[in-house]
């Protein structure tokens, strides 16, 4: 992409905007009240704010590669404490997307340098959900439902913090899990079942 063209983009964006509301960049100016926090995955193909059809100061979005929520990394841990704490968002969205090349990076047998301790975390999903990986013989298919998977192991992951626990039981956060169909445009929900996991994960990772 042409550098120069992104500043002549962004004078035609800020036209645009003020031909909808002469006051829009003050109002923009006064702070933000988003009600979801996103996190999904550095992927160039994956826009958090254009798929869903959001505006500036609706979303608050973090991404990394493979849409991962680490306990021990300070990055996504203070975003999710601020998004919770401070920015009181009501939902949490794990959004991964087919054919992630994180993903697929994980599953190679291949010395991938500093990328090694990230992708290893996305080799432990593989592990507790290798009995039914191992049962898929098509490789793309395969790869689709680890993306899946990964996508509810992070959700887990999040619903283990003790700032995500604390607004569940006081205002009753949610948490989702989607996946973005790159061949498709779609937006799928996983419909995963968070109550029994909540069940099982509250038992042993609660915090207060």
């Known amino acids: ?21 002469e006051h829009y960049f003050e109002e923009l100016g006064k702070g933000q009240n988003p009600d979801l926090l996103y996190i999904g995955c550095s992927d160039s193909r994956v826009t958090a704010e254009d798929l869903m059809g959001a505006q500036p100061g609706e979303v608050f979005v973090h991404r990394n590669i493979a849409n991962m929520v680490i306990s021990i ?16 968002v009501n939902h949490i969205v794990v959004c991964g997307h087919y054919a992630c090349g994180g993903v697929k990076a994980a599953m190679q047998s291949a010395d991938l340098g500093i990328l090694n301790p990230w992708l290893r975390n996305i080799r432990d999903v593989y592990r507790i959900h290798k009995e039914e990986l191992n049962a898929i013989t ?6 689709n439902r680890l993306v899946e998977l990964n996508v509810k192991e992070q959700c887990v992951n999040l619903i283990k913090t003790a700032a995500v626990q604390r607004a569940y039981r006081d205002r009753g956060l949610k948490v989702h899990g989607w996946v973005f169909d790159v061949h498709t445009g779609k937006l799928i929900d996983l419909k995963i079942d968070f109550i029994k996991y909540l069940k099982d994960i509250m038992e042993i990772y609660h915090l207060d």
């Not at 992409?1 to 509301?21: C, G, H, P, R, Y």
């Not at 203070?78 to 009181?88: C, E, F, I, R, T």
């Not at 098509?138 to 790869?143: L, P, R």
């Open 73 to 88: 990394d300070l990055n996504v841990m203070s975003v999710v404490n601020y998004a919770v704490d401070h920015l009181k």
């Open 1 to 21: 992409m042409d550098i120069q063209k992104v500043f002549e983009n962004n004078k035609t964006w800020i036209q645009d905007k003020l031909a909808e509301s």
């Open 138 to 143: 098509d490789e793309d298919k395969k790869y």
